[in-house]
């Protein structure tokens, strides 16, 4: 047999070639090579920059000047109004309170829906009898919009908090669980039968294959999950809540603070954006062989 | 690796009798119909054939993914009756999973078999040594060039010690340099582990250099039409390619495979007048250049 460099290179490789020392680059090379690198983002960063300055410019011309046309911005509160009931909030605790117990029912409601959906998803995915006994179910209860369920809610449980966190529940368990069966059901064949001949079994491969090879479509579930969570909690909020962001926007309205309405909106986009951004992290995190 | 090359006479491959059919709305497709193969311990056999005429087919029976219709399969007496560690598997695909790191995926067979992390690290890490990817095994899959991939995919399915090889056209997707290097990774790791292995293959010179014997199928209903002997000399070189021996083989194999091939694609093809065809082609007609 030859000594070929495979089959001989032996515990004792030969050092490897080292390369010769180099002088550090200067900080300009460095900030140079690192501008070229990120070109890209910062141009997007400092148009996205512009486009909000410009955003925020258009509703003070619009609010300023009360235009009419169509649309009637004479009541609608300027962003210097709304800057201003926003640096007073702040320090108002039944403002923060709001907020909190949105994002408390936002919690318990999507972790619950995490819980019950993903699993499910997984185990219809993989069993072909659980799948023909629930799906049915699920697609006559899925075309159904959370916010229908209100009344029945509120039958249902005996607390309002609970039939809110039960609305948010709902809005996210449908698509968490559509999105993990749809990836289940997008499981490369070829890589079971490749950890099927490595000599794993039905529970490894479960765990081994089917799960990670569908995370990423149990994320997409969990994100537009999110999405749906808040949707329904705003709305379940306004029609039968006591507290809570979306009852705090409405109260607005009927109080006639203009400007809170416009704070309560803009708070419920910073926290839907916040709690998406929150599950786009911890995908990246469980899932490290798809980032970058 | 000691483990490894303990068995060095097991890995007895025999196919008897054998047919699989697959059942489809038009009725049942018989696949492979009345053949026998058998690969004895330690011997490179390769299967070729027209497209479609059922070496997958055959290969995942050996593997145990699918029931033969008629007929046995056995390793070693042994009848195969579903997948397992002893018998691996190498796919076209690469078929590496994507959520583990190149160190991970050889890492697979030997988690499986519940291998302490360590331990098995370390064997890992000496395996992707013997292949060059030492430096990889952090890396995940999809960072790596197709040639890696399959490095990788042969690596971890040895990793387990397994009795047999069974490689299904795993060179198909690769360029034609990195397969030269491939084919002679994979004689390499053969003959180090003393392992029978089963190759699949549309390459009719790539069978004919790794293999000690070739099965050549006929078109569909596939069966053994023919079976050639290789007694070229080892190790074998890349310049043997140019030897008559190896063109003599090579001609037998191809005018083999072309006439199954024309079977394959419904026979009137063998008689395609090119006097019918009156494509101008730069002043020619496309008779003429052809
Ligand atoms: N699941 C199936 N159902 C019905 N027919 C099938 C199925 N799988 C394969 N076949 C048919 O069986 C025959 C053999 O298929 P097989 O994949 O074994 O051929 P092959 O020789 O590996 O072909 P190729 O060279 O293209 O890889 C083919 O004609 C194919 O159409
Ligand atoms: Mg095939």
Redesign the pocket.
Known sequence: MPATAVAEAGPAPAAPPKTPPKTPPSFGTLALRWYRLNQGRLRATAIGIASLIAFLLVWHLLTTYRVVFFVRFTNVPSPLAVYASFTKAIHDPKFLMHILLSCRRIFIGFSLAAIVGVPLGLIMGRFKLVHEIIFPVAEVLRPIPAIAWVPMAIMLWPTNEQSIVFITFLGSFFPILVNTLHGMSLVDPVLVRAAQCLGARERSIFREVYFPASLPHIFTGLTVGMGVAWVSLIAAEMISGQYGIGYFTWEAYSLVQYADIALGMIAIGVLGLGSSLLIRGAGQLVMPWRST | MSEMLANPSKGHIEVRNFSLS???IEGP?Q??TDTQIHVKPGEFVSIV????????????AVAGFLKPTTGIVTVDGERVNGPSAERGMVF?QYSLFPWKTVRENVEFGLKMRGMPRSQRERAARTLLGLAGLEAFEKHYPDKLSGGMKQRVGIVRALATGPKVLLL??PFGALDAQTRVIMQQILTNMWQRLKISVLF?T?DIDEAIFLSDRVYC?TA???SIKAEIPIPLERPRQQSMMMSSEFLALRRGLMSLIREESLKAMGGEITDMGMQGLNIELHGHSLADVI
């Not at chain 2, 054939?49 to 995942?60: A, D, I, Q, R, V």
């Open positions: 697959y059942d489809s497709v696949a492979v054939g027209p497209s479609g005429c059922g070496k997958s087919t055959l290969l995942n076209q299904d056209e699949v549309h199928m569909r209903p596939g």
